[in-house]
């Protein structure tokens, strides 16, 4: 399902003396099975573009188009239904959305809340367990019994449960140690990889978005100001002092191995098949 934000402008509190504008005119063009992430200091709008990915808010003006169907001012939540099952939002700290008495009731409630069979939601929270790298286990425990790495991993595994096509992740590592933030973005990546998830990383993390994504769009006080390659962003040091931005540490780690190996590679985050194809 190909993503499109065409002239979308968004403000909160319109009519009333506190209306303000957070987007103007943002296009956005992110394909299927791409990895996409948008950038950008506190403040420059990436909550607010987040939050229209399965039309949470709708836009002001203009169109957020995904696959066949529009997000719109005036779209009824009803509407906006098939959409919601399509896009799932992994947002900051989910675990503390878990409620359930146990891991398997938590994971199955959002499949169930849509019409899903009980005996389908079990499979499917069979599967996620695993997809997230928890042991079946885990399904009888109470959420609250597990560690916070464990508590996120099984609030991911609810969002996966619906079967989604795209997944959007909102600073997906807050709070989590350095391991622990490896672990959950390798498993993004990998389900990215195997699954053929649309992703949308929503991040400060400019580490982040050069390891992993194909594009990154960064945003500045509501405008898209640019979307390009992790390369071609990085490069351009004219347009990160502008926007008061620094080369990540990867890419410069990127830009010595190829110095090493005499050749350039696709992109920074290879897995271990992927970089022996390439310098093969
Ligand atoms: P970011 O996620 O990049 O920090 P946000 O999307 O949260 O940026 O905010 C963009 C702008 O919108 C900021 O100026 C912020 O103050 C404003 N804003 C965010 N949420 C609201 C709200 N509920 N009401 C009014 N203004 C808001």
């Given at each position: 399902m190909d993503i499109k934000l065409q002239q979308?402008?968004?403000?909160?509190?319109?009519?009333?003396?506190?209306?303000k504008y957070a987007l103007f005119d943002v296009n956005l063009n992110i394909p299927s099975k791409t990895y996409h992430a948008i950038i950008g200091h506190t403040?420059?709008?990436?909550?607010?573009?987040?939050?229209?990915?399965?039309?949470?808010?709708k836009p002001t003006k203009g169109v957020v188009?995904?696959?066949?169907r529009k997000i719109e001012a005036g779209k009824k939540a009803k509407e906006l239904k098939p959409i919601r099952q399509k896009v799932g939002i992994v947002f900051q700290f989910p675990e503390h959305q878990l409620f359930?008495?146990?891991?398997?009731?938590?994971?199955?409630f959002g499949p169930m809340n849509f019409g899903i069979s009980e005996e389908e939601a079990?499979?499917?929270?069979?599967?996620?367990i695993k997809l997230v790298g928890l042991p079946e286990e885990v399904l009888e425990k109470s959420p609250f019994d597990l560690s916070g790495g464990q508590m996120r991993r099984v609030a991911i595994a609810?969002?996966?449960?619906?079967?989604?096509?795209?997944?959007?992740?909102?600073?997906?590592?807050?709070?989590?140690?350095?391991?622990?933030?490896?672990?959950?973005?390798?498993?993004?990546?990998?389900?990215h990889k195997e699954r053929g998830l649309t992703t949308i990383l929503v991040t400060h993390s400019m580490?982040?978005?050069?390891?992993?994504?194909d594009q990154i769009s960064i945003m500045h006080e509501g405008h898209c100001v640019r979307t390009g390659t992790p390369r071609e962003i990085f490069a351009?040091?004219?347009f990160l002092k502008k926007y008061r931005l620094e080369v990540p540490r990867i890419v410069k780690f990127q830009q010595k191995i190829e110095n090493l190996i005499g050749q350039s590679l696709s992109k920074v985050c290879l897995t271990e098949e992927e970089l022996a194809d390439e310098i093969a």
């Open positions: 979308v402008s968004f403000a909160y509190s319109v009519g009333t003396p506190f209306e403040g420059s709008g990436k909550s607010t573009i987040l939050q229209h990915f399965n039309g949470l808010l188009q995904l696959g066949e359930e008495e146990t891991v398997l009731k938590d994971i199955m079990e499979k499917r929270a069979r599967e996620c609810g969002v996966l449960a619906m079967n989604p096509e795209v997944i959007v992740l909102d600073e997906p590592t807050a709070g989590l140690d350095p391991r622990g933030q490896k672990e959950i973005m390798d498993l993004f990546y990998r389900l580490e982040d978005a050069a390891k992993y994504a351009d040091n004219e």
